[in-house]
């Protein structure tokens, strides 16, 4: 006899569909909806917690997204789930940047590598580990970019590109974003320019159109800095 799909797992299924689709106010929808079923394993939650509250921020409700990513840090942590403790941290303090909240930023990014530093000890999939560190090292490289602290931002980097392995496109993408933006202000544009397309490449691969929208928009910023300096 077939095993019986949980109505849960049906609708993040479905959610996982409307994201392909780029439709992330019907994901957002449908993972409330599988949410609030009983029975949800913790893990699982986690996943569709993070999932939705990227959904937020794609559609640019910062503050949600900001409560979502909030809430999620404080329930890891009561599971003693660290790594998403630390994965919930890493996205908010990335959004903090973005957002000018630099302060905090900072912090939460250094309490996201705290709590990838406790993981470490329990949690079975250091794969994973690796990715969440490399997002939070990003973070806290691109708050260190926006305060002119370069050498900070650079031994981020560093420690970043060392913990990239094949298949983590979004920790690659992460630290081509921080390559591009750290050359650019320290003006090294054709470094960023490098950078900034083979960034390109790979989000159009990946079909990350977030990515190549950073990318279009980083390239045009560093092109127009170049041809100033009469060099492109």
Known sequence: MPKTIPSWQKLQQSAERSLLSI?????????TQAL???DVPWQAAAS????????????????AADRALSDLAEQAGQHGDQATRAAALAELAFMLRNAGELER???????????????????????RLAGIKIDALTALGMIHVERSEFSQAQE????????????????ELRIIYLTSYLTIRTERYAESIQAIERGLKIAKLAGRHDYEAICYNGLANATDDLALQGAY
């Open 23 to 31: 439709d992330f106010q019907t994901a957002i929808e449908l993972y």
């Open 105 to 127: 930023g900072l912090l939460l990014a250094q309490q996201a590598l705290d709590a990838v530093h406790k993981a470490s000890d329990s949690d079975s999939d250091p794969d």
């Open 36 to 38: 609030s079923k009983p």
């Open 48 to 63: 569709m917690l993070l999932r939705r509250a990227d959904c937020l921020q794609k559609l640019g409700d910062t503050p």
């Open 156 to 171: 981020c980097l560093q420690s970043a590109e060392a913990l990239l392995k094949p298949g983590n496109v979004n920790g």
